[in-house]
């Protein structure tokens, strides 16, 4: 028994006499950044830059609605899309150019107000990711009145072209056909311009190295 009772104490001296446990020191981790996601973040950079360049090269055109000009960045082989309401409905209509556009019976209007009245690109601020959009219960826009710039990675001609077919609007084949060319062509758009007094857009992308007018977006808010 005093065997056993001397195992114990020695026991316990020895843990009590022992170094005292270390204490966790704090690692500083530095993360490094994903190549793929620093590559992509610098072209979309230089995209931005070459975007401002055009826009300040063509700015009285863009903002003014020069059409003879405007005609001019409009792709032969993709022509030019419009999204407007002639009615209570958003349609999507193609046009091979914007001379044909311009004619057409859904942009009644669309002649006389496709200039932006943003003279020069001062005049424009800049908002990436989303156009202004208007509340029709506050009778307000959610971005500074005036002019608008940015870059965009647009959905709304696959969407609302998609709403058409839902709701037969458009026959199914021809239909079918229609949203497979907003799809070919919307990945195309990077950037665009708006006007809230005028309540325009224009969006643009590069299209083998060239700035290319995508689509005008003529919708009149809360009008139906």
């Known amino acids: 028994m005093r065997v056993a009772l001397t195992t114990i104490v020695l026991a316990t001296a020895c843990t009590a006499s022992g170094p005292p446990p270390s204490t966790p020191q704090p690692v500083t981790v530095r993360s490094t950044p994903d190549s793929h996601e620093t590559a992509e973040t610098a072209q979309r950079t230089e995209r931005q830059a070459r975007f401002e360049t055009f826009l300040d090269e063509n700015a009285a055109a863009v903002g003014g609605g020069d059409a003879a000009v405007l005609e001019r960045f409009v792709d032969p082989a993709l022509g030019v899309f419009l999204i407007t309401n002639p009615g209570a ?14 004619k057409s019976s859904p942009a009644v209007e669309l002649p006389e107000r496709i200039a932006l009245g943003c003279s ?3 005049d424009y601020v800049r ?8 509340s029709c219960e506050t009778e307000t826009w959610d971005a500074a009145a005036g002019c608008t710039h940015g870059s965009l990675r647009s959905t709304e001609l696959q969407r609302f072209a998609g709403y058409m077919l839902e709701y037969e609007l458009i026959p199914p084949e021809p239909g079918a056909k229609f949203i497979a060319r907003t799809k070919s062509v919307e990945p195309n758009v990077s950037h665009y311009v708006f006007s809230t007094a005028a309540q325009r857009g224009l969006f643009f992308g590069q299209v083998s190295g060239q700035w290319r007018l ?6 009149e808010e809360c009008s139906a």
């Open 120 to 122: 020069a690109a001062p």
């Open 214 to 219: 995508i689509y005008v977006r003529a919708i």
């Open 89 to 102: 409905f958003i349609a999507v209509t193609h046009h091979p150019t914007l001379a044909a556009l311009m």
């Open 127 to 134: 908002r990436d990711d989303r156009i202004p959009r208007f």
